[in-house]
Structures are given as C-alpha cells and as structure tokens.
C-alpha cells in the first residue's frame, strides 16, 4: 500500500519548500514532490528562484556592479586601475557556485526537518475511496509511483511567458536563464519586455558593455510603479546608465540568422521601425504551471489566465487541497510565496489541533516591490496614482537622497524617498523609494504599515546618522512639512 502523508507540496520553489519545512516544524508528516533538473541533468531543488531567477540574477548584477564602479567611479575615490577587464565565465562560474550551495542547503534542511524529498512530477490523482487522503502520481522519467496526503499544497511556480514571433532557442533567442548563462558579452542585446525581468538583465549586460534596447509594448514605463518614481528611473536609467527603452512598441517580426537576429517593429507613433542585434532576451511575463497537475480531471477550479482560484487561506475548491505563489492570484514575487505557503502549514495544523488560525494569511495589501536596478527601486502599499483614482485624500512627504550625507558619501546621490499618509488619519498607505539600497530600507516601511503606523511614529523614531534610513525618516517628517535638512 501507498504511504500516507500527512502532507503532500508539488513544488520545491520559495513556495513549496518553506510550506513543505515549515509543515513538518509544525509535527506534520511531509513529502515534497518536485521535478526541476540543473544544467547537468540532476534534480535541483529551489525552483525557477534559486536555480534561474532571483538569486543568479542578483549574483551577476553583483558583478556588473563591481567592474562598473571599478571602470566608473572608483577615479574619484583615489582609487586607479589599469587595464581594467572582465572574465565573463568566472562571473557565470560564481554564479553557479552560489546556485550550488542554495540549492544544496535546502536538500540539507530537508533532510534536517524530515521533509521527504521525491524527484519527478506530481500529478493529483483523486481521494481514495474513504475520501481521507489524496493520491498524487509522480513521475520520474520513465518511472511511475503514487504517494497518499491527507492534504496537499500546489507550489508549481511560473514559466516564462512564449512570444510566438521569437521562439527561444538559447542560441541567438533567450529566456531569462539563457540570459544568465550567456559566456561572452553581446555587442549588440535586445530585450522584449522592460519590466522587472528584462530591466535587471539589461543592467547586468549594458554595464559590462554590451549595447542594449529594451522594446516594451505598453505606453507607459513601469505602470505600476508610483509615478514620480517610473519618471526618475527611465531618467536615470538611460541616462546613467545607457539603457536604450522604448515603450509602445509592438513586434512585427523576429528573424534570426546565423550573425544575427532582425527586428521588426512599430514604434509609439506607428512607424516601421527595424533592429538588428546580436543576441535578443524574451522578457514578457510568466505564467503559471498549472497544466499536468491532473486539474480538470480532479475537478480543481483554474480561471482563464490557468491561475488556481483559492480563498484569503489559499484553499482552492478541492478538500484540504491549497495553492500558493505564482500558481494564485497576486504579485509573482519569491517572498510572498514563502509567506503563504508559511500561512497554508499554520493552517492545516490549527485545522488539525481543532482550532483554525484566523490568522493564518497574508496582507497582500502590504506586500514590498523591488526592483534591483541601479538606482534600486522600492515600494509598498498604495501609489499616489491609485489614492487618485480611488478618491482617497492623503497627505506626501519626500526627501532626496543628495541631501543625505551617507548617500553623498557613497557616491550614490540619485533618487529620493515618498511617504504617503491618509489625510486625516495619518496612517501611512504607501512608501515609494528609489536610490541606493533601498531594497534593504523597505522593510521598515513595510513594518511600519503592518502595525498600522502613522507618518509621526516614524518621524519619531530615532534613525542612526549617517544612515541611508535618514531619507525615510526624513520624509516621513515631510509629511508634516516639518523636514530638517532640505
């Protein structure tokens, strides 16, 4: 006979493996069933995040960071070099050693926690004829097995979204993890899509010095980021850094040669426009990995996008089975799948222990947004855009980031931090950044607005000088017009 698990993960990404670890912390009997393969064809837990998403991305934007400031900005510190160079297959080598050892320490804190680990793809199958348990299938290559779970938790991830007029090949048309593993520098990069995905690695490329265009079809740059922030960041990127972005474009036709790839397009103002690049990354979105999950069959409810629908405890319409991160509906980011898949375990053991946490779920109101470009980009909670459209009065406090001795010291002037909070009660609704480090100063703001703070709880408590965390302290007074260094 099958076993019988307590609880079944599909998934071993941000989502699953946390769910999967913190479900077995909470006494339950846990399997996580995941089918990602690394480079050399070996099982690698982690998902798209550590293996070919958040973590590699950041390792190489660490690098092109480093060659920049050495080839850019070092002069003025006193600092010189001569015949500066950049080794690209060591950058990519440090990278996938970082890989390694992520992916290598979830096998360890599985194997620490008594998480079961299987390889292969998990597929719900049905309850059992008690209607106690699930029977999930899992197929590994050409091997087939089936396990039970009195629940199960769905955490399959994303996949990048296919652009039919550029099939990727990783030869001369990439996804993002053809992108991370490229081992020379393109003279010539295009990139199709200008959000989060295709901004990162554009930085990465252009600051080793490769030219790149990034084509996006929406009209606006960053729509849903604050405004304000959307303009100093195109300002700044292209500026700054080099980036060529073109928004309102619409691809006509990709061609791919040997030498090269050919582009057509229409410009913002419907003229034929066409680009010829060495390389071109598709950056156009995800979506989710619900197909083989055995849905229809099961009867699990998905809406037309392929999302699962779930409740605010990410229950789906099935018994006792859940779905949590970019497989549901909300941002497509690592730690919000973490959080709920945290949220799902406190669940089923307060379901278990007959008393369930009203508790157990997660506020995607205060959700933290970043952007790891250079400037860095931040934010959480409403933008002043949306209090518009919603009617809502609110008051706005700002403060650059020239006017903080610490910034000034860095080198790293550029940007500022926006405090927005309701008009008559105080309470902070929103907090935009954009500036160095501002994906480690967020979590403040994002604090702040979990208890509920108003901009004068901020403005009252003590920021360490110099600090970067001056500039949100410093807004938060401007809310009050009471700022004291501009």
Request: proline share 4%.
């Amino acid at each position: 006979m099958d076993k019988t698990f307590d609880v079944a993960v599909i998934g071993a990404g941000p989502g699953g493996y946390v769910a999967a670890i913190r479900c077995a912390q909470l006494g339950l009997d846990t399997v996580c069933i995941d089918d990602w393969k690394n480079g050399q064809g070996k099982p690698s837990l982690g998902g798209t995040c550590l293996n070919v998403g958040c973590i590699p991305s950041k390792a190489l934007l660490e690098s092109s960071e480093n060659y920049a400031r050495a080839g850019h900005k070092f002069a003025e510190h006193g600092i010189k070099l001569n015949a500066l160079s950049v080794d690209v297959p060591t950058m990519i080598a440090r990278k996938d050693k970082i890989v390694r050892a992520f992916t290598g320490g979830i096998a360890m804190l599985f194997k620490k926690n008594k998480v079961t680990s299987l390889h292969g793809r998990g597929k719900l199958l049905k309850h059992d004829d008690g209607g106690s348990a699930w029977t999930i299938q899992v197929n590994n290559d050409d091997k087939e097995s089936s396990i039970l779970a009195k629940h199960v938790i769905i955490a399959t991830g994303s996949s990048p979204r296919e652009l039919s007029v550029a099939p990727v090949d990783n030869v001369k048309i990439f996804d993002n993890a053809g992108a991370l593993a490229l081992q020379e520098i393109p003279q010539r990069l295009a990139i199709i899509g200008a959000g989060v995905i295709g901004l990162e690695l554009g930085s990465v490329w252009r600051r080793l010095g490769a030219e790149v265009t990034l084509l996006e079809a929406q009209p606006e740059f960053l729509p849903a980021v604050d405004e304000q922030v959307a303009k100093e960041a195109l300002k700044s990127l292209t500026r700054e850094t080099g980036l060529v972005i073109q928004t309102g474009a619409e691809i006509q036709s990709v061609k791919a040669s040997q030498d090269s790839v050919g582009i057509e397009y229409t410009d913002h103002e419907k003229h034929a426009q066409k680009l010829v690049v060495d390389k071109l990354i598709v950056a156009v979105g995800r979506v989710p990995n619900t197909d083989g999950l055995g849905a229809d069959e099961a009867g699990l409810k998905r809406d037309e996008r392929g999302y699962i629908a779930v409740d605010e405890y990410c229950r789906t319409n099935l018994p006792d089975v859940y779905a949590v991160g970019d497989v549901v509906r909300g941002p497509m980011l690592a730690h919000k799948a973490s959080e709920e898949g945290v949220a799902v375990a406190e669940w089923i053991a307060s379901k278990r222990d007959g008393s369930p946490d009203a508790a157990a779920k997660v506020d995607l109101g205060i959700m933290p947004w970043v952007i790891y470009t250079a400037p860095e980009i931040a934010w959480v909670g409403k933008t002043e855009q949306a209090l518009k459209a919603e009617g809502i009065a609110y008051k706005a406090g700002q403060f650059p980031f020239m006017a903080n001795g610490r910034a000034r010291a860095l080198g790293e002037t550029t940007g500022f931090v926006k405090v927005l909070a309701d008009a008559e009660t105080d309470r902070i609704l929103g907090v935009h950044m954009i500036g160095p480090y501002v994906s480690e100063m967020i979590a403040e703001a994002v604090v702040a607005m979990g208890f509920a703070a108003s901009s004068e709880d901020l403005a009252h408590i003590v920021h360490a000088h110099p600090s970067l965390s001056e500039v949100l302290h410093e807004a938060a007074l401007g809310v009050a017009n009471r700022a004291l260094h501009i």
